[in-house]
C-alpha cells in the first residue's frame, strides 16, 4: 500500500510546465491532487478542499508564496507547506524557516528529493493527531494545542490523552487507564480518581469533548481524519 494513499496534496506555480509535472508526479502517490496557478485560488481550494500538504512556487502574480504561507498561519490552519523555487539565495531560505516550512525545494524537481520531501510531510503529519474540532495533540512532545497556543495538562491529564491517542479509535479499559496513570506508584484501582481526572480534562476542554465513554468502564478518542 502507497504511503500517501489517504491523503490529498495542493500545488500552486504560474509557471505550467512545473505546475502539470508536479500534478502528474503526485497524482502517482496521493488520493486527490489540487492545483492552480495563484495564491488567491489556493486559499479558496484549501478552505473548500482542505487538503494535507501544500506545495508552492514562491514567484506568483500579484501575491507571492510567502504571503500565501503567511495568509494559512494566520488563519490557524496547520498544514505541512513546502516551498519550491527558482530561487537559491540566503533571503528566502531564511524566510522559509522562519515560517516553518518542512522543505525548500530549487528547480529543476529532482524525484529522489521530492520524495525525501514527502515523506518528512508524512512524519509531521503522523505527529500531529487532529482532537475534536479545534485541538492538536503533538505525539512527541505530548503536548496538546488549541489555535497554536499550548493547553496546560497535568502530568496525570497528559498520560490519559498520551494513551488514548496510542490507541486511538480503540476502547480502553479504565483500569489499564488507572494502571498506566499511576504505574510508578503501585497504587490500587480506583475509579472514582480517575473520573477526577476525566472530569477536570474536560472541563478544561469546554464544549469539545472528544472522549467518549464507552460501555464496559472503557474510555475512547476517536480518529478525526
Known amino acids: 500500500?502507497?504511503?500517501?494513499?489517504?491523503?490529498?496534496?495542493?500545488?500552486?506555480?504560474?509557471?505550467?510546465?512545473?505546475?502539470?509535472?508536479?500534478?502528474?508526479?503526485?497524482?502517482?502517490?496521493?488520493?486527490?491532487?489540487?492545483?492552480?496557478?495563484?495564491?488567491?485560488?489556493?486559499l479558496m481550494i484549501l478552505y473548500k478542499e482542505n487538503p494535507d500538504i501544500i506545495f508552492t512556487d514562491i514567484k506568483m502574480p500579484e501575491e507571492d508564496g510567502f504571503s500565501l504561507i503567511e495568509k494559512i498561519s494566520?488563519?490557524?490552519?496547520?498544514?505541512p507547506v513546502v516551498i519550491i523555487s527558482a530561487y537559491d539565495n540566503k533571503e528566502n531560505l531564511l524566510k522559509a524557516i522562519k515560517l516553518n516550512v518542512v522543505d525548500y525545494i530549487v528547480k529543476p524537481l529532482n524525484s529522489v528529493k521530492l520524495k525525501e520531501t514527502m515523506n518528512l510531510c508524512?512524519?509531521?503529519?503522523?505527529?500531529?493527531?487532529?482532537?475534536?474540532?479545534?485541538?492538536?495533540w503533538k505525539k512527541d512532545k505530548?503536548?496538546?494545542?488549541?489555535?497554536?497556543?499550548?493547553?496546560?495538562?497535568?502530568?496525570?491529564?497528559?498520560?490519559?490523552?498520551?494513551?488514548?491517542v496510542r490507541n486511538l479509535d480503540t476502547p480502553v479499559k479504565s483500569t489499564e487507564i488507572f494502571d498506566y496513570i499511576w504505574a510508578d506508584e503501585n497504587k490500587e484501582y480506583n475509579n472514582k480518581s480517575l473520573r477526577n481526572i476525566i472530569y477536570k480534562i474536560r472541563k478544561k476542554l469546554k464544549n469539545d469533548n472528544f472522549i467518549e465513554n464507552i460501555y464496559g468502564s472503557k474510555y475512547m478518542i476517536r480518529s478525526s481524519r
Not at 143 to 164: P, R
Request: aromatic share 8%; hydrophobic share 40%.
Open 1 to 42: 500500500m502507497k504511503k500517501f494513499t489517504n491523503y490529498s496534496a495542493l500545488v500552486v506555480d504560474d509557471h505550467i510546465e512545473t505546475l502539470e509535472s508536479m500534478q502528474e508526479y503526485l497524482e502517482i502517490e496521493f488520493s486527490k491532487v489540487f492545483s492552480t496557478t495563484n495564491a488567491k485560488d489556493a
Open 122 to 136: 508524512l512524519d509531521k503529519l503522523h505527529n500531529e493527531v487532529k482532537l475534536g474540532n479545534d485541538y492538536i
Open 142 to 164: 505530548a503536548l496538546l494545542y488549541k489555535n497554536n497556543q499550548i493547553l496546560k495538562l497535568t502530568d496525570s491529564e497528559t498520560k490519559l490523552l498520551d494513551l488514548l
Open 74 to 79: 494566520n488563519e490557524k490552519i496547520d498544514i
